[in-house]
């Protein structure tokens, strides 16, 4: 459990940092103590082991000692997002205790709920530390945290991750990043998503400092604090990136780590050049941990398989490919799930035979090596030609110099399929812009296109385009709206 690599450390290191929030310091034998306070506060309402918690708070450091806490008694956690309520309402149902900081949506039905204010932590701190029994170990395959899929390509889905899957990926960042004592990590992202809870975790039970900053741009956090490691999305590097002061000073021992989608190659260069020695681009999904990464140690188009990973390209009626042929992927690893939660439809669908399959076409180059072409859910058709958006999306973001669009498929007048690309605010484009980025349609082999305006595009908590409501808004905005 990481509360007993804190409590380690507070006795090794008692006064070293185990978290700096906004530029205070909390030591690791605060950290410790404060753990066993909420735990005697949450002991208080007599949850039996396995039963769940969803915390909603955006103090970091209280979220995190309750989410700690709750892991020694071993109750599984949810974290709740502030904006993202109603859609977490699927968490909320049922569970055992919800202490959130705003009242709950009226269709909400936790069995107990509290409101998480300050007399409610002053009063779990002012508890004594002092622990006069032991704690039951929770067994290896209970529930640790309840996590949500992305739901990029439809309803997002509910699974345990377990406190097994959970140790082996908190093995994995400290294996693959070297943290260690003096480590300092940058957390910029929600608990809800997966890899940013297992970030945080395992920069702890190494020993090092997470770094929470809310007074100052990501790039100037990075500087001012001297980090290590800090783990985003794509889109969030590419906002980092066009923040970024000029002549900001790179940063050559600066680790950045990203998942969620791919790294185009000119957005690597940009941030090697720019802003970190290293930028490591991770595959992986919450239903079976990491996959695979690239450019950590060195410049890498494909994925580096990780040790415990078993990966297959197979076709459509399941059968293995010879490497250097595309095909549908299927993961085997040693942390995978076992089923979604009152899913079990969606669970014989994605896990069969042992596999999971989760909906991306690649190309192995040899038994570790992997080319990830994208997502099967994703491909455009285009008379034919089959298109994989991301990387079309990121060409025609740098030729034309729109940070913001999206691209998605409308029928024409003759009946065939036609690029459309959704652009975010009222138009018109300048001219200037808009040859940019006919040029740039035309350079990637398209004759024409539509364009749609759209007030935002839409992507989920994590960030992520989700592509089937952007079909959605993008019909609904040419039936409302005339294109450009």
């Known amino acids: 459990m990481t509360a007993d690599y804190i409590a380690f450390h507070a006795e090794q290191r008692p006064d070293a940092p185990a978290f700096l929030s906004n530029g205070n310091a909390v030591s690791y034998a605060v950290v410790a103590s404060n753990i066993r306070s909420f735990t005697r506060r949450l002991r208080e309402f007599e949850i039996p082991a396995g039963g769940t918690v969803v915390v909603g708070c955006e103090n970091v450091y209280i979220h995190l000692v309750i989410l700690f806490a709750c892991e020694r008694l071993g109750l599984a956690t949810a974290s709740l997002i502030a904006n993202e309520r109603e859609v977490a309402l699927p968490l909320l149902e049922g569970a055992d205790l919800v202490l959130s900081e705003t009242p709950l949506p009226e269709r909400a039905r936790p069995r107990r709920s509290e409101i998480l204010n300050q007399a409610w932590i002053d009063g779990a701190q002012g508890l004594s530390a002092v622990e006069t029994e032991p704690l039951p ?23 345990h991750l377990t406190r097994r899957m959970f140790d082996a990926w908190t093995s994995r960042w400290i294996w693959c990043y070297g943290l260690g004592i003096g480590t300092r990590t940058l957390t910029v992202m929600p608990f809800s998503i997966g890899g940013a809870y297992a970030q945080i975790c395992a920069t702890l039970r190494a020993g090092g400092t997470v770094v929470r ?6 790039a100037e956090a990075l500087r001012t604090h001297k980090i290590d490691l800090v783990v985003m999305l794509p889109t969030h590097l590419r906002e980092v990136l066009a923040k970024m ?6 940063m050559p021992g600066l680790v950045i780590a990203t998942f969620g989608g791919a790294i185009s190659a000119s957005l690597r260069a940009e941030a090697v050049a720019r802003l970190c020695g290293a930028l490591s681009d991770m595959y992986g999904c919450n ?3 990491f996959i ?13 398989i990780w040790p415990g990973v078993a990966i297959e390209a197979v076709d459509e009626e399941g059968r293995s490919l010879p490497w250097g042929q595309p095909g549908r992927l299927r993961v085997r690893t040693e942390s995978m799930f076992s089923g979604y939660l009152d899913d079990p439809r969606t669970t014989q669908r994605m896990l069969r035979d042992g596999w999971f399959y989760p909906g991306d076409i690649g190309v192995l180059h040899g038994p570790r090596r992997l080319e990830l072409l994208g997502r099967a859910d994703d491909l455009l058709n285009f008379e034919g030609r089959k298109v994989l958006p991301e990387a079309l999306e990121e060409h025609l ?25 959704a652009l975010v605010g009222t138009g018109p484009l300048d001219t200037q812009t808009m040859s940019r980025l006919e040029a740039s349609v035309g350079g990637a082999g398209f004759r024409k296109f539509a364009l749609v305006w759209l007030p935002r595009l839409p992507r989920n908590h994590a960030g992520k385009l989700q592509r089937n409501v952007l079909k959605t808004e993008i019909d609904a905005a040419r039936r409302n709206r005339p294109s450009g």
């Open 245 to 250: 002061a000029v002549g900001f000073e790179r």
């Open 292 to 304: 695979g990464t690239n450019g950590l140690h060195r410049a890498a188009d494909n994925l580096d």
């Open 213 to 218: 900053e809310g007074r100052m741009e990501v």
């Open 397 to 421: 973001r740098r030729a034309s110099g729109i940070a913001e669009l999206a691209i998605g498929s409308v029928l024409g007048r003759d009946g065939a399929a036609e690029l459309c690309i």
């Open 287 to 289: 239903e079976v941990g």
């Open 137 to 159: 170990v929770p067994p290896a395959e209970s529930a640790l945290r309840i996590l949500r899929t992305s739901g990029t390509t439809g309803a997002p889905k509910r699974l």
